[in-house]
């Protein structure tokens, strides 16, 4: 069965360093794979999403995620974070069948430094 | 931007009382929605809805829910008789995936507290 792991609960940076949040799949084919982020309160806001061609994907605000076939991995990674980007990041897949339903990731809570 | 907008944004209602969520999706969209995040938890899907009828359904989706798309554009959840456990946030989305590689968009969500 389709399944998303987040091995981070909670991940804390300093203001301006980089920021790696990890990401594992499991599927039988291609995935295609999206990192969505949610800040308090709010709903989930795409950050970028992978289908095919380019393994390296750049999204909004700055976020980028590399796909790797051989590590089952879409990691999201972004140089410089912002104290804006403390929020839940959200790793999911999308099983290609009737539904084409979203499988979350249990989330990894970013918190920023001053 | 088109954006999916869920109403209320805040629900509070008795136990065993019905409960009505609203979504009205991305006007271009075919593929509905309806997702649940119970506090702290990750968010777990609820229902899919496509060409009218329910495409799949998860075990939580039990004859309590249901799903309607009554006039085009509106498209509802309907809990009959809720549940102490209902309470959760309610994440409606739609996308035209599956016709061109599209993702999900969400709404802002619903948050039902069972009292």
């Known amino acids: 069965a389709q399944s998303v792991t987040q091995p981070d609960i909670h991940i804390t940076v300093s203001e301006g360093a980089s920021l790696e949040l990890r990401c594992n799949y499991s599927?039988?084919?291609?995935?295609?794979l999206f990192w969505y982020v949610q800040s308090p309160g709010q709903g989930l806001q795409l950050l970028l999403k992978?289908?095919?061609?380019?393994?390296l994907v750049q999204g909004i605000k700055g976020f980028e995620a590399e796909f790797k076939r051989s590590q089952s991995s879409f990691n999201l990674r972004k140089p410089s974070v912002h104290w804006s980007d403390a929020a839940e990041y959200f790793c999911?897949?999308?099983?290609?069948?009737?539904?084409?339903?979203?499988?979350f990731g249990s989330g990894t809570r970013l918190l920023v430094r001053p | 931007e088109p954006e999916v907008t869920q109403t209320p944004s805040h629900q509070v209602t008795q136990m065993g009382q019905e409960v009505i969520l609203r979504c009205v999706p991305i006007?271009?969209?075919?593929?509905f929605y309806w997702y649940r995040q119970i506090l702290g938890q990750k968010v777990e899907f609820l229902v899919s809805?496509?060409?009218?009828?329910?495409?799949?359904k998860s075990e939580i989706f039990d004859d309590q829910f249901s799903v309607e798309r009554p006039d085009g554009s509106n498209f509802t959840l309907k809990i009959r008789s809720t549940k102490l456990e209902d309470s959760a946030m309610y994440f409606c989305?739609?996308?035209?995936?599956?016709?061109?590689?599209?993702?999900?968009?969400f709404g802002d969500g619903t948050r039902l507290s069972i009292l």
């Open positions: 599927y039988g084919a291609t995935p295609y």
């Open positions: 989305a739609s996308s035209t995936l599956g016709q061109d590689n599209q993702p999900q968009h």
């Open positions: 999911a897949v999308v099983k290609m069948d009737s539904s084409y339903k979203l499988i």
């Open positions: 992978y289908f095919s061609g380019d393994t």
């Open positions: 809805f496509y060409n009218n009828e329910i495409s799949e």
């Open positions: 006007s271009n969209h075919l593929y």
